[in-house]
């Protein structure tokens, strides 16, 4: 989402006369968009505007200057405290404020020290300019559209509720909107997303909530539109309607990204999450019984508070249960105004450490066997881009993996059959055939 987020940014500061510096140095704006996920996303942040407060006593000394604002969950969950910490720091804006940015940096520029953090995310949809056509081809065949934002869940580890704010689903009519114009654009795959985007309910233009499977097949509508993705998704907003949608909408891609964080019920329970393993397993069988191919990726926590080593195998047991095509895993990072970081039992560095290097062995091995199974298949390919190598392309199979080819760059933007010929460790490679014999 802070990708989708700086791209509205960037839309938002176009209209005030800015335009996008490919170097640093050349900049006279810079905006971090920062992360408070986890402790190191968050640090990071200050060596970074260290670094730029360096720059700026430079241009200060040659008579210039470069404005810095911080953005995102860490100017959110920090506010004024940024501008405390590094003197340098002009402006300070939270992810559903940004859109006030050019009235912001006007006040900034009369003196004050101006830190926005209310959630006015509707506003924010409401005001932010659409991009223009070359933005949009500037930035690729495959787009974002924020659809919902903020959560209601509260698992007791987690900053969201607190960054981004309450859950809000967007009306449906400027969803589609926005999906036009990309796709007018040369855009060829739009991903839905949200922090939990399967919880949406936008109203239509007749004041009826709508699922998200209920989007899915307004956009599905769009001929020259490929591909339909979405991420991030909660197991218990699976619903049985959005798992049909995955055996009826030809466009949606077969895959899933759900995250489990654990596999022991105990610690499921004190993490706030309202599922447990059994639900979770269950939802991947109906997923699959909707679409036989479907793949599925997760998140995991390890040394979540109280965490034991029976907790942890209950983990590795899920994770042969299911057969994930990818996975993302986490050391339990405490996080401030958390129920997680008040506890005692926290669980030793050291600790969290085997455990995270037992998980990634698993989840790793699953998604090599998983990209290995591939070789001698033919999948759809939308390219994406020129490869690493000349003469090659370069585009996402509909699981998500990197697929190179030898190719025109003409097949960027298209969908084409290709014959999986190898599997590497990041990345597949395959000649594009023209039989549509997918297997
Ligand atoms: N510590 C470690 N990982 C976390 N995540 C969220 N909060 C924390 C935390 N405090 C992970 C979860 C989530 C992903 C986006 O980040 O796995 O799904
Ligand atoms: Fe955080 Fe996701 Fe839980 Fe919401 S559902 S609190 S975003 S982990």
Redesign the pocket.
């Known amino acids: 989402m802070n990708v989708y987020d700086a791209a509205r940014m960037t839309d938002l500061l176009a209209q005030e006369g800015y335009a996008e510096a490919d170097r640093e140095e050349d900049a006279e704006l810079v905006v971090l968009n920062t992360c408070h996920i986890r402790e190191k996303a968050a640090e990071k942040i200050y060596s970074e505007l260290g670094r730029l407060a360096e720059i700026k006593k430079e241009r200060r000394a040659e008579g210039r200057n470069i404005e810095i604002v911080v953005a995102g969950c860490v100017a959110q969950a920090e506010g004024e405290l940024v501008m405390r910490r590094q003197r340098a720091v002009d402006l300070v804006v939270g992810p559903q404020s940004y859109h006030r940015l050019p009235a912001l940096l006007k006040e900034a520029r009369r003196g004050a020290r101006v830190a926005d953090t209310d959630f006015a995310a509707r506003e924010k949809f409401q005001t932010l300019p659409a991009p223009t056509r070359a933005q949009i081809a500037a930035r690729g065949v495959s787009a974002f559209i924020t659809v919902q934002e903020g959560?209601d869940?509260?698992?007791s580890f987690?900053v969201?509720?607190y960054t981004r704010g309450a859950e809000i689903s967007r009306k449906v009519e400027p969803v589609v909107e926005e999906a036009r114009r990309l796709v007018d654009a040369g855009v060829r795959e739009i991903t839905l997303i949200g922090?939990?985007v399967n919880a949406y309910r936008g109203e239509d233009e007749a004041g009826r909530a709508t699922p998200l499977e209920g989007l899915f097949e307004r956009l599905s509508a769009f001929e020259e539109l490929e591909r339909l993705r979405y991420t991030?998704s909660?197991p218990v907003d699976m619903t049985q309607g959005l798992i049909d949608a995955h055996g009826s909408l030809e466009k949606l891609a077969p895959f899933v990204h759900l995250?489990v964080q654990s596999g022991s019920d105990r610690v499921l329970k004190e993490m706030n999450r309202r599922h447990d393993a059994r639900h979770y397993l269950d939802v991947v069988e109906k997923l699959r019984r909707a679409r036989p191919d479907i793949a599925i990726s997760s998140d995991f926590i390890v040394g979540f508070p109280g965490e034991t080593g029976e907790d942890f195998e209950a983990t590795l047991a899920l994770i042969d249960a299911v057969g994930f095509a990818s996975s993302f895993f986490f050391k339990y990072s405490p996080r401030p105004g958390t129920p997680g970081a008040e506890r005692a039992d926290q669980i030793h560095e050291e600790t969290k450490r085997d455990r995270l290097a037992r998980l990634e062995a698993r989840v790793e091995a699953q998604r090599r066997d998983f990209n290995a199974a591939m070789v001698g298949r033919t999948v759809e390919v939308l390219f994406e881009k020129r490869g690493r190598h000349h003469g090659q392309i370069a585009g996402k199979s509909p699981y998500l993996q990197a697929v190179h080819v030898d190719g025109g760059e003409r097949e960027i933007g298209r969908l084409r059959p290709v014959k999986i010929v190898a599997a590497g460790p990041n990345s597949l490679s395959g000649e594009i055939v023209e039989a549509l014999e997918l297997a």
Do not use: A, M
């Open positions: 959560c869940k509260f698992c987690c969201v509720p922090q939990n991030t909660h995250p």
